[in-house]
T-cell receptor, first 111, second 119 residues
Framework: QKEVEQNSGPLSVPEGAIASLNCTYS??????FFWYRQYSGKSPELIMS????GDKEDGRFTAQLNKASQYVSLLIRDSQPSDSATYLC???????????FGQGTELSVKP | GAVVSQHPSWVICKSGTSVKIECRSL??????MFWYRQFPKQSLMLMAT?????????EQGVEKDKFLINHASLTLSTLTVTSAHPEDSSFYIC???????????????FGSGTRLTVV
């Protein structure tokens, strides 16, 4: 079982719709979770971090964490073509503080 | 905000030669540097972790004699790919974790990446 798993996609949504991205992790003791966006050929950029169960909102983005289910999700409201990218879920290992990434979900927002 | 400068952004080298990639934290002290490799259409794979002044810790399956990491100061870490071969062609990204003035804590700050092509 991979440490961090995501659906690879591609996920295609129309402009203005809600995009839902999901991630599961295997280490029940993990405490810190991150969502990154990566455009082709570029380095990842941080969208949000979440540490507590529940929802965390930042503009059009909402991260959801359920530690009991070992599940993290990212919702993008009012999706725009500029949101088309690969979204990476990352989990911080308790030991050593290493950030482990899922395989990423490719999102395509169609005008 | 925290910035990590990574150079070069791209490099082409001949098979058998060595290539050095540098990552500098510009306005904070990078106590820990993580090095990742990313093949096309794949995710970031952690290669190694280095703490300033200590030997790097390599992930399973990563050859430490091939990928030399130096973290001699709190603002500079380097990755040297020795005797590079075409299969080493990849996107290499560093990520710094550290602190700045006034006790500010910086999370994971990524460099802009280095595209290595070995011919």
């Amino acid at each position: 079982q991979k440490e961090v798993e995501q659906n690879s996609g591609p996920l295609s949504v129309p402009e203005g719709a809600i995009a839902s991205l999901n991630c599961t992790y295997s280490d029940r003791g993990s405490q810190s979770f991150f969502w990154y966006r990566q455009y082709s050929g570029k380095s990842p950029e941080l969208i949000m971090s979440i540490y507590s169960n529940g929802d965390k909102e930042d503009g059009r983005f909402t991260a959801q964490l359920n530690k009991a289910s070992q599940y993290v999700s990212l919702l993008i409201r009012d999706s725009q073509p500029s949101d088309s990218a690969t979204y990476l879920c990352a989990v911080k290992r308790n030991q050593g503080g290493k950030l482990i990434f899922g395989q990423g979900t490719e999102l395509s927002v169609k005008p | 905000g925290a910035v990590v400068s990574q150079h070069p952004s791209w490099v082409i080298c001949k098979s058998g030669t060595s290539v050095k990639i540098e990552c500098r934290s510009l306005d904070f002290q990078a106590t820990t540097m993580f090095w990742y490799r990313q093949f096309p259409k794949q995710s970031l794979m952690l290669m190694a972790t280095s703490n300033e002044g200590s030997k790097a810790t390599y992930e399973q399956g990563v050859e430490k004699d091939k990928f030399l990491i130096n973290h001699a100061s709190l603002t500079l870490s380097t990755l040297t790919v020795t005797s590079a071969h075409p299969e080493d062609s990849s996107f290499y990204i560093c990520s710094a974790y550290g602190a700045g003035g006034g006790g500010a804590s910086y999370g994971y700050t990524f460099g802009s990446g280095t595209r290595l092509t070995v011919v």
